[in-house]
């Protein structure tokens, strides 16, 4: 209950709108990839939050920092206590609007720019970040890679273990919406 009352507080927060034909999720999958020549670093959320207004065209994402899964549980407590700062900044999230005129009520598969901010461990970035959108039988799914560079989020890196974590980390978004009720 408590997420779902999470999900439609997000929702309404970001979209302001009561009458839109709005679409969400709270299953979506979220992962991000680290490779350097010494260790790769894989970590993956099935808990991303999304809406999309689907007339206006803009979208929301957030996901938990503490919902993001490794294979090694010592980086995995790392990673939220000393990078992340998860008890400091819980969430990291996205919300933009898509650059391109497209028709969301069609099926098909569409190839977009979304412009709106990023933010991460409290750092909110201007970016744009392209992605498909595919809609097929009343949903819609959105899949995106893109990089995010740790400095530009004040996200510090002892160098003592530099070598073990890359600069600039993939981002992974594979989610699907569902028309909101």
Known sequence: MKKILLTLAFAFSIMQVCNAQLFSTATGNI???????????????????????????????????????????????????????????????????INEAVDLTKDGEYKVTVTGKLTIHGVEKGRTISGVIVVKDGQINIKSDFKVLVKDHNIEIPKLVTAKIAEEITVSVDITLLPKK
Do not use: R
């Not at 999309?52 to 929301?60: F, G, H, R, T, V």
């Open 31 to 97: 992962s991000f990839f680290s490779k350097t020549p010494v260790e790769d670093i894989d970590a993956h959320s099935k808990t991303g939050l999304g809406v999309m207004n689907i007339e206006k065209l803009e979208m929301a994402f957030k996901v938990a920092n503490p919902s993001f899964e490794f294979h090694n549980k010592l980086m995995q407590e790392h990673f939220n206590e000393k990078y992340m700062e998860s008890e400091k900044y819980p969430f990291s999230q996205f919300s933009g609007k």
